[in-house]
């Protein structure tokens, strides 16, 4: 697979599978991204919102292979 590397994409530290669950671990980017999200985005981005978790589910799934 290629490296990304890019200012505003954290670096991929780590993966773990634990059973049925696998996480990625991300250096930390200085800020929690949940205090930049309101109820009120969260409604108004719904699409985006699936996009990118479904965004999230493909890559641990490739890395998962």
């Given at each position: 697979?290629?490296?990304?590397?890019?200012?505003?994409?954290?670096?991929?530290?780590?993966?773990?599978?634990?059973?049925?669950?696998?996480?990625?671990?991300?250096?930390?980017?200085?800020?929690?991204?949940?205090?930049?999200?309101?109820?009120?985005?969260?409604?108004?981005?719904?699409?985006?919102?699936?996009?990118?978790?479904?965004?999230?589910?493909?890559?641990?799934e490739?890395?998962?292979?």
């Amino acid at each position: 697979h290629q490296l990304l590397q890019h200012p505003s994409v954290p670096r991929l530290l780590a993966t773990v599978e634990r059973g049925d669950y696998s996480h990625m671990v991300f250096e930390w980017g200085g800020d929690s991204l949940i205090g930049h999200l309101t109820p009120g985005d969260v409604a108004r981005n719904r699409g985006l919102m699936h996009a990118v978790l479904r965004s999230l589910i493909g890559l641990t799934e490739a890395i998962e292979d």
